[in-house]
């Protein structure tokens, strides 16, 4: 379990960069993130029948990715306000339906969605065991979660040439356009220590999916887990 100091620095970090959150996430990945999510919402098998909560939903990317694919029925949520603020603007069909708070305690009823997804907030929740119970009690019988994340390469040579990425040209190029100089620094400082520490399919089976999936995506730089309750 992290301290609740992670969660007051988090929330910080990303009221801090929401203006500028899309153009570095879509530039610091090359446009990829885009097809990340596309098969993540693939894998999770979503179509207009899904009711969609997305956590750590930032400027509402991924609920964008989902009405793509037919998902009429998406609520947000994200622990920073800005960060909603952006969301209801870019996705401006969902009003009313976007809520603060955080993963570890959603303001939902039990057994209210088909599925969640969560891009690349994982890492950022404070207890994440807590936060995966919570997907378990509102999400209906055979629903899923997906979490899309970054992780560390197998290969080593891809390993090395990420690693370098993330540690020097990342932060480098993410402090001069936020301003926010600890921003960049925590994403690289957060994706190595939890790779090497969290294991999420088994994080999923302990809180009591019943079904675990993985995949990578881009030479090992993402994995996308999907668990069903």
Known sequence: M???????????????????????????????????????????????????LDIACGTGDFAITAKKFGVKNIFGADLSYNMLSLFAKKAYWIKGKSTECVAEYLPFKSNSFTNITVAFGVRNFFDIPTAFNEFKRVLKQNGKATVLEFRLPENFIVKKLYLFYFKNILPFIGKIISKDPEAYTYLPESVEEFDSKIDLKKIFYECGFSEVKKYSLTFGLVQVIIATK
């Not at 098969?39 to 179509?47: L, Y």
């Open 2 to 52: 992290e301290t609740p100091n992670k969660k007051i620095r988090v929330k910080r970090i990303f009221d801090s960069i929401s203006h500028k959150y899309d153009l570095l996430n879509h530039l610091l990945s090359a446009g990829v993130d885009f097809y990340w999510r596309k098969k993540a919402i693939k894998f999770s098998d979503m179509n207009h029948n899904s009711i969609l």
